[in-house]
């Protein structure tokens, strides 16, 4: 399954001003003994948001807020490295252009989005573009816009009774057959079967 959550940096700095000193290093497969429980309970977090997302419950932003902040402070206190001193201008650099991209496709995905276009938001070639997005996010830019349309898709699928090649469009799908394939790549069934 694929989770993407976006969270403001400005709440994040009301609540630990010195947030964009820290780098977090959690990778299961780097986790010592001692810290795999903290591990276990972070999955667990993100396990009830899920359940509650998909329960559709009364109270789901509230449950989710509540558990992103449990979640990240878990991060800061048994992951965090203070990194202030070491942290070069150029990742600080490249960290806001990554927030710049996410942040351009939220609040555009659902409208026609080019190569062109985001590259030149952040003044680069298209080819090297490119290569920064996959270098930093680990797939590529393509990939991500429409995991960002396909979770907005299953949002709508859920909460509305629209056709699904209706919400396809809304969302900022043009091919069908891409979209089927990147929704049953995330989800592991079909639209439809989203809806039984």
Sequence with gaps: MFLCIHIDKKSLEW??????????????????????PVYLEMCGCLKRITESYITNSPAFLLESEGLILEILSKLILNFAVDSAPLLKDTNKLNMNRIREVIGYVETHFSEPISLQDISDLLGFRKEYFCRFFKKNMGISFLQYVNQVRAAHVYQDLINTDE????????????????FHHTFKTLYGCTPSQIRK
């Design 163 to 178: 056709p699904v090649s209706f919400l396809m469009e809304k969302n900022g799908f043009t091919n069908q057959k891409l």
């Design 15 to 36: 609540y630990f001003p010195k947030i964009q000193d820290y780098q977090i290093h959690c990778c299961p497969d780097s986790i010592s003994d001692d810290s795999f």
